[in-house]
T-cell receptor
Framework: ETGVTQSPTHLIKTRGQQVTLRCSSQSGHNTVSWYQQALGQGPQFIFQYYREEENGRGNFPPRFSGLQFPNYSSELNVNALELDDSALYLC??????????FGAGTRLSVL | GIQVEQSPPDLILQEGANSTLRCNFSDSVNNLQWFHQNPWGQLINLFYIPSGTKQNGRLSATTVATERYSLLYISSSQTTDSGVYFCAVGSGGSYIPTFGRGTSLIVHP
């Protein structure tokens, strides 16, 4: 158990819709990162939040956005869903960012 | 950005066999982690090893930072070792890791 929980575990949406994925980090962890993992690939970094501010962003368009809350929870929002957004979305938390602990992920299917 | 290559891409073993997984990276790193992703998608930390050697039970890892590679050793493999093994590296002041494409391991009973 990593102490990082994600919800929901599975989700089906249609193209053009919006989705919100949630993550609850370990108590005391001040960074949270989100990753997208396509089938057969390694996780790709989307962005990281540190003390509720975005602290780094990968090569993802602005329709991917996030929030981090003071209670160690965070959200990933994706607007105007596209078919290629179908993937496993992983949340990871840590203290200072050196070692990250991952949740089990949310599997998103866009039809 | 930094490139990470893992080999072999696929590995099939009989229970009890030993194996070595390799991670090559294209630039100097200050962070390196090995993960095991189980069939349900959960990524489990195995080692945080930017340099040196560590051991945890049947698993051990060695990173030679000056030569830009890391090795993960699995001894006496078990069926529960099946899954995908990822190497993730970071460089610079902020740990934004770059993952390799992984090594898919299947251990048969």
């Amino acid at each position: 158990e990593t102490g990082v929980t994600q919800s929901p575990t599975h989700l089906i949406k249609t193209r053009g819709q919006q989705v919100t994925l949630r993550c609850s980090s370990q108590s005391g962890h001040n960074t949270v990162s989100w990753y997208q993992q396509a089938l057969g690939q390694g996780p790709q970094f989307i962005f990281q939040y540190y003390r509720e501010e975005e602290n780094g962003r990968g090569n993802f368009p602005p329709r991917f956005s996030g929030l981090q809350f003071p209670n160690y929870s965070s959200e990933l929002n994706v607007n105007a869903l596209e078919l290629d957004d179908s993937a496993l979305y992983l949340c990871a938390s840590g203290q200072g960012g050196d070692i990250q602990y991952f949740g089990a992920g949310t599997r998103l299917s866009v039809l | 950005g930094i490139q990470v290559e893992q080999s072999p891409p696929d590995l099939i073993l009989q229970e009890g066999a030993n194996s070595t997984l390799r991670c090559n990276f294209s630039d100097s790193v200050n962070n390196l982690q090995w993960f095991h992703q189980n069939p349900w998608g959960q990524l489990i930390n195995l080692f945080y090893i930017p340099s040196g050697t560590k051991q945890n039970g049947r698993l051990s890892a060695t990173t030679v930072a000056t030569e830009r590679y890391s090795l993960l050793y699995i001894s006496s493999s078990q069926t529960t070792d099946s899954g995908v093994y990822f190497c993730a590296v970071g460089s610079g002041g902020s740990y934004i890791p770059t993952f390799g494409r992984g090594t898919s391991l299947i251990v048969h009973p």
